[in-house]
């Protein structure tokens, strides 16, 4: 009898862009994930956070000027923070990855097919791209102390080694993503992705990337609270059913 033989399967990425008060980056963002040569077909879903500044003309706009580019375009009526963002783009992914791209310059979109390399390849089912906070000019004391602090308990807490929790850069099927059943609003959605990760049985795959850090003065969001978030919803997600 002639053996079936079956078709690979047909990936495509969904780059999936929370947006709040980005008006002097969006646009240079943007066009830099445009630029990059990806190895698969992609989707950008882009949600405006209820931006202030103007940032929310400006996503109308690009909608407008992409139309043939598989742009899509959501708005929260208020804010409600990253997670809900990340959420909302979730919902609407058509592609079978997905991956997070902050609308500022702290990350570099040329390096997303470095991240989907694992995943492509089978080596992996979710990759982490993560900072190693070299040759920097706007980190502070407590900006770093914070990043080494939420993977340490991390680790203790789901007895894994991971480098860094917080990145931005979370690749991984959008089919996983949704049984996550994420719930956060704000930052704290980077703990809840990775605690449920791990309770889930997912090992992580790291891929160094660059990072360039804003300074508060140009846009930088995260603070201190944040991190006690961080590390409270790490337990919380440890020990709750």
Request: one cysteine or more; hydrophobic letters at 40%; a neutral charge.
């Amino acid at each position: 009898m002639q053996q079936e033989i079956q078709e690979p399967r047909q990936h495509k990425l969904s780059i999936v862009m929370p947006v709040y008060n980005e008006a002097s980056t969006l646009d240079r963002v943007f066009d830099a994930v445009q630029r990059v040569r990806m190895p698969i077909a992609r989707e950008i879903i882009l949600v405006d956070d209820g931006s202030r500044g103007g940032s929310a003309a400006i996503i109308d706009e690009l909608a407008v000027a992409h139309a043939g580019d598989a742009v899509s375009v959501f708005h929260h009526v208020r804010n409600q923070g990253k997670g809900a963002a990340v959420r909302t783009a979730l919902a609407h992914a058509s592609g079978t990855i997905m991956v997070i791209q902050d609308a500022d310059l702290e990350y570099n979109p040329e390096e997303i097919p470095d991240l989907i390399a694992p995943i492509l390849s089978d080596r992996a089912r979710v990759v982490f791209g993560t900072r190693a906070f070299r040759s920097h000019t706007a980190f502070s004391f407590w900006f770093v102390v914070g990043n080494k602090l939420v993977p340490l308990t991390t680790n203790i807490l789901f007895n894994s080694y991971l480098s860094d929790v917080e990145t931005c850069y979370k690749v991984m099927p959008v089919d996983t993503a949704r049984t996550l059943h994420l719930q956060s609003r704000g930052f704290e959605i980077e703990v809840e992705i990775t605690a449920k990760l791990l309770r889930s049985g997912y090992q992580i795959y790291e891929v160094p990337i660059e990072y360039a850090a804003r300074t508060r003065s140009e846009g930088k969001k995260l603070q201190v609270k944040d991190g006690f978030k961080a590390i409270r919803g790490l337990v919380r997600y440890r020990f709750l059913p």
